[in-house]
Structures are given as C-alpha cells and as structure tokens.
C-alpha cells in the first residue's frame, strides 16, 4: 500500500491516511460564530477521504481575530455552533482538527477580497464593520501604512496565554480530537519568536530563550486543559526568509523545546512575518518547503507535516515514503478537487477504485465504470 495512504497516529488518534486539509480562512463567520458554510466547507473534504480536516485560524479572543469573519471560541456560545461540524468530520471518518490563533499586529485586517488592508471607515460605511487596536509583543507595525500596535503589558501576556488555554477546553467540547496552534505566518505567537517583529527587552524578548518563551507557555497551558490521549501541533515558519530574522536553525531549536512541552507535530510552513511583499530570495516550485519539513524532523526529532504548493499524488507520495514528513497538507489542491485523496488513491494504486468513497457515490460510480468499460465508452 502506498504510504501516504498509510494511517498514522499521534497519541491516541489515527488518521486513516497522510493527508490533511490545511486550514483555510473562510471569512464567513459571524461574531465567530460558524454557520452552515463551515459545515459544507468542511464537510466536503470528509467525504473525500482526508485523513485530518483543520477548521480554520480560529481566533482565541475577540481582538485576536484577523478579521471580522473569523471563526472564534473566545466564549462558550462558539462552542454549539462548531458541534455539528467536529461531529460531521468524525463521524464521516475524518479526524476533526482546530487552528487556535491571535493575529496580534495583524489584527483588524480586511478580508482577502476587501483588499488585505487595515480597517477603516470605509469599512464602517460599507459594512459597519469597525475598526481595532491590535496588540503585539513590540510597537512595531505589520507593514508600511499599517497602524501600530499596541505592545502587551505582563497582564496582557497572561490573558492571552489563559484565553488559548480557555479555547483548547471548548474545541474539546466541541468535538475536535486534534488542535493546531497558529504560530506561524506573521501572527501573534510567530511575532514573539522572532527578532524582526520581537524588539522586547524584559523576559518575553532578546535571547532565543526569551523569545521563545510565549510559544512554549502557549503550549504548556493548552496542555493544561487539552488531555494527554490527543494530538497537538504547531505551524511555525520555518523561515523568516529575511536577513535578521528567523532561519531553519532557529526554528528547529523552537521545535526541540515545543517537543519538550506536550508538541507532537510540526506543520513546516514559512514567511509571513515582514511585510506584504514576498521576500525575493523565497523561490516557489512544488514541495518548496519540504526540505524544512525534513530538516526538523530529522534534527529535533519531532513528526512533522509538509505544506506549500503541493498537487501531485506521485510527489507527496515519495516525501512521506522517503521520510521527509510525516504528513501532508493541502490547501488550494483540495478547493479544486476535494475528492483528491480517491484521485490520489487510483493514481497510487489503491485496489479499488472507487471502495474508499462514502457509498453514496462510490456504488454509483463503480457502476458506472463497469458499463463504461463494458460498451467501450471511454
Ligand atoms: C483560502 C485560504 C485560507 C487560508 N487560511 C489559513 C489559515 O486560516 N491558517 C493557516 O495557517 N493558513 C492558511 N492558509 C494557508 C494554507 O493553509 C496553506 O498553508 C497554503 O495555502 C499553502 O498550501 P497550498 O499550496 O496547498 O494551498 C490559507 C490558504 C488559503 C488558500
């Protein structure tokens, strides 16, 4: 069988394969709130055979959201509204994960459509979507024309650590069996971990160590409420692709402490932290970033998850058979195709072609395929 077809199980959880939906910001709750369109959203990638499925960057707290459609479990009413979708992915095979996540600076942003561009009374008047202050380990802004944020005081640290604690207690109410904590892409936890965004000079700033700190009692109090028996990853990036910034060296270091700290999984993304502009020497081909996956994997000994411009079966195939990762995710493949991982499967091999669908489809499909194999249609 091929690998990435393979279960694999962190903890007590096994996914059925190596393929996970990558989280990806729908913009479409309201107050935090998910609705039907999360369930369909999700739901979709359960029925095509994915092994994990990530719910979005769910923000930790109100102020923590990139924007004003994020999902959120910063109070108990989240908790019903992302029930039917945890309950829908398990019970569909899947394994339901959640994003937890502060934007920090880069709160109050515009939805991707909108511009990408910090809120303002256009906003208001279009939308009466308002604007607000972001918080943020130093008074640094995101990038040029972006506010400054707010930098956090001691008080502000802890809130912060208590409300990503606060919302590991809910997703596990909710459903979810697995948590991803976003600490990467330039958001609140990857601005502590880095000297571009991190100019602090108390403990949270200066040394790796200190630097490092948030993220580690980030890790440790979602520990407190998240049970031993379940699955907790991080996304770092893996680079800051900057001169003065993060470089894999760091980041595998920051890897080896999560590890020590209840962190079972690295999803190996990059960049993110300086600005809008894609730094030049961050050079896009298929499976870019996997040498990071490797990289940590081998040298803090962690299981890590390989992401970024990935879409063919073959080649996600040799990076978990070869061992560079552990797992695979996908994002904007899995929007062209949700049904993927049965693509995949007939592409590596898989006995039967269409067995591995919900049968529904698959006994109609099947059917089909002998008729069409029987009068030579195609
Ligand atoms: C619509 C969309 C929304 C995304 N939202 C998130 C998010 O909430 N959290 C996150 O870590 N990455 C997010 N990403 C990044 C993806 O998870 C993924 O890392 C990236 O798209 C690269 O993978 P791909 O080439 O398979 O799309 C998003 C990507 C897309 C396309």
């Given at each position: 069988m091929a690998k990435l077809l393979s279960p694999f199980s962190m903890r007590d959880i096994t996914f059925k394969n190596r393929i996970a939906v990558s989280p990806m910001s729908q913009?479409?709750?309201?107050?935090g709130h998910a609705n039907a369109w999360h369930l369909v959203h999700l739901g979709r990638f359960a029925l095509g055979g994915a092994g994990l499925v990530f719910a979005e960057a769910t923000a930790v707290e109100r102020d923590g959201?990139?924007?004003?459609?994020d999902l959120g479990l910063?109070?108990?009413?989240h908790i019903e509204t992302l029930k039917p979708v945890a309950e829908f992915l398990n019970a569909e095979g899947a394994v339901a994960g959640i994003q937890l996540s502060h934007a920090g600076r880069k709160a109050s942003e515009r939805r991707p459509w909108h511009g990408e561009t910090p809120v303002d009374d256009e906003d208001v008047a279009q939308r009466g979507e308002e604007p607000w202050t972001a918080i943020a380990p130093s008074p640094v802004p995101y990038a040029d024309g972006w506010p400054t944020p707010m930098e956090m005081t001691e008080h502000e640290i802890a809130r912060v650590l208590q409300s990503f604690a606060d919302a590991a207690r809910r997703a596990l109410f909710a459903g979810f069996k697995a948590i991803e904590v976003y600490a990467a892409h330039g958001f609140l936890i990857h601005q502590f971990l880095s000297p571009v965004s991190n100019h602090r000079a108390?403990?949270?700033?200066?040394?790796p160590d200190n630097r490092a700190r948030f993220a580690v009692e980030v890790a440790k109090s979602i520990r407190q409420e998240w049970p031993e028996h379940l699955p907790l990853l991080f996304r770092l990036s893996?680079?800051?692709?900057?001169?003065g910034g993060l470089g894999v060296e760091d980041v595998i270091d920051i890897a080896r402490r999560l590890k020590d700290h209840g962190v079972d999984m690295i999803d190996c993304s990059s960049g993110g932290i300086g600005g809008k502009n894609r730094p030049r020497r961050m050079k896009i081909e298929q499976g870019f970033q996997i040498p990071f996956a490797q990289r940590i994997r081998e040298e803090a000994d962690i299981a890590t998850m390989g992401v970024g411009f990935l879409w063919d079966a073959l080649t996600c195939e040799k990076i978990v058979e070869s061992g560079q990762a552990d797992m695979i995710a996908l994002a904007r493949e899995l929007l062209d195709d949700p049904h993927w991982l049965h693509h995949a499967a007939q592409v590596l091999g898989a006995a039967s072609a269409f067995d591995d669908w919900p049968i529904e489809s698959g006994w109609w499909l099947s059917k089909r395929q002998r008729l069409i194999e029987k009068l030579a249609l195609r």
């Open positions: 913009y479409r709750a309201e107050d959201r990139r924007t004003h459609g910063w109070e108990d009413s108390d403990a949270w700033g200066g040394s893996a680079t800051d692709w900057l001169d």
